[in-house]
């Protein structure tokens, strides 16, 4: 079954903090990778879009890492800010126009 | 617009009631997807228009939802006697293209939250 699963399920840092949350796929054919950003009532906000042969990318402060084999990805987040709170969902194509999506991780970032 | 916006943002309904989301995607783009996202869930894919036609509507839950997409720009989902079951965020995403190649990004509505009491 194609599945996309994500951990934690939630997180609570401190301002200042580094995180990295974890993706774990079961799609297949694999094609690529997304990491979306999702605030509270607002649509989901792509970070990075990841490629079978990419194994890192950065957007700023965010870091995404792919393993092709083992089928995982993570996202690192440096520094974090009070604007990081939001859910962090890990998106993986199926066929050529469906897009699974992970239940997501909520991150809450404290002062 | 600069993004994709959707209408209500927010609706309530009665059990049984018929219902109309609207979306409007960014212009030009061909491709435009409705997804539902129940709380604490991912979105779940519904349907999917390459331009007026409906390309993939396998995630349609029942017969109860219909899309149309009648000029290839805004998009209307529509659902027959509401079920409580219903309750969700009903978003829209909108492509230049279409498929999910890593050259086709979707960008995404703020939603519209439908509650059925």
């Known amino acids: 079954k194609n599945q996309v699963e994500q951990s934690p399920q939630s997180l609570i840092i401190l301002e200042g903090k580094n995180c990295t949350l974890q993706?774990?796929?079961?799609?297949?054919?694999?094609?690529?990778l997304r990491w979306y950003k999702q605030d509270t009532g607002r649509g989901p906000v792509s970070l990075t879009i990841?490629?079978?042969?990419?194994n890192t990318k950065s957007n700023g402060r965010y870091t995404a890492t792919l393993d092709a084999d083992t089928k995982q990805s993570s996202l690192h987040i440096t520094a974090s800010q009070l604007s990081d709170s939001a859910s962090y969902i890990c998106?993986?194509?199926?066929?050529?126009?469906?897009?699974?999506f992970g239940t997501g991780t909520r991150l809450q970032v404290f002062p | 617009g600069a993004g994709v916006s959707q209408t209500p943002s927010n609706k309530v309904t009665e059990k049984g009631k018929y219902v109309e989301l609207r979306c409007d995607p960014i212009?030009?783009?061909?491709?435009l997807y409705w997804y539902r996202q129940s709380l604490g869930q991912g979105p779940e894919f519904l349907i999917y228009?390459?331009?007026?036609?409906?390309?993939?509507d396998s995630g349609l839950p029942n017969d109860r939802f219909f899309a149309v997409r009648p000029e290839g720009s805004v998009s209307t989902l529509k659902i027959q006697r509401t079920e409580r079951g219903d309750s969700a965020v009903y978003l829209c995403?909108?492509?230049?293209?279409?498929?999910?190649?890593?050259?086709?990004?979707?960008?995404f509505g703020p939603g519209t939250r439908l509650t059925v009491l």
């Open positions: 995403a909108s492509s230049p293209n279409s498929g999910t190649s890593s050259y086709n990004e979707q960008f």
């Open positions: 993706c774990n796929y079961t799609v297949s054919p694999f094609s690529n």
């Open positions: 990841m490629t079978f042969s990419e």
């Open positions: 998106v993986v194509p199926y066929n050529t126009d469906k897009l699974i």
């Open positions: 212009s030009g783009h061909t491709a």
């Open positions: 228009f390459q331009g007026t036609g409906a390309a993939d």
